[in-house]
């Protein structure tokens, strides 16, 4: 059993490891938030609102974008987080060499072939993205644009479901507020 130092230490090297690889990235929105924002705030949803504490989830949810957006490997987070953080942040990468198309369809797709721990991040994932949405609009979009990304979003959330309820039911009230149930 690890202790709670050994724990507190492998969060703040996966805290640090995120920024460090995020670094000269920026969120879409007009001010250009720094976009470490987000994979923090995504971990930040599993532990103040939906009470998760399970490590190998909150680190995955911290580097769920570094494969996805820079030049991450899966071999350097195996190195360092080990097989199972591997495994869960190839299961919420998605391949950037496809077109974006294929990339949404395979995202609803592979939603329902996930484990509970991926679905976990990819939930919490999806509530940040939206929330966000509905903060401000991502510079260069159009509303038909963000009205698309909540429908496809619904999409990959109902092949989700039946995973956390409070997750579900604060994804389920955006929803509703966009008269999509
Ligand atoms: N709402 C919002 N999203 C922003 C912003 N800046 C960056 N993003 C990122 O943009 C992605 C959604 O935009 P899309 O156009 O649909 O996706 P794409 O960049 O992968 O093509 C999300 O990626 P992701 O986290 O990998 O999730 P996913 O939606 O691709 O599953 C989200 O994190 C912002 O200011 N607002
Ligand atoms: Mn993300």
């Known amino acids: 059993m690890a202790s709670m130092g050994e ?10 490891f995120a920024a460090v690889k995020h670094k000269d990235q920026r969120r879409k929105d007009q001010d250009g938030t720094p976009y470490i924002n987000h994979p923090i705030g995504v971990a930040f949803i599993l532990t103040e609102e939906a009470g998760i504490y399970d490590v190998p989830v909150l680190l995955a949810s911290i580097l769920h974008d570094t494969v ?3 030049d991450t490997t899966f071999d350097e987070i195996e190195q360092h987080f080990g097989s ?21 369809s395979k995202q609803v797709e592979n939603a329902a072939k996930s484990s509970y721990e991926a679905r976990l991040v990819k939930l919490a994932d999806k509530l940040y993205n939206l929330r966000d949405l509905q903060r401000c609009l991502p510079v260069g979009w159009t509303e038909k644009r963000r009205e698309e990304y909540y429908k ?13 309820a409070i997750l579900e039911g604060a994804l389920d009230e955006i929803f509703r507020s966009e008269h999509l149930i």
């Open 152 to 164: 496809w979003a619904k999409e990959v959330v109902d092949n989700l479901r039946g995973t956390n």
């Open 84 to 104: 199972h953080v591997r495994k869960l942040v190839e299961e919420v990468t998605d391949d950037k060499a496809l077109p974006r198309d294929v990339r949404k």
């Open 68 to 70: 996805e957006d820079t």
């Open 7 to 16: 724990i507190l230490k492998l969060y703040t090297k996966c805290m640090n």
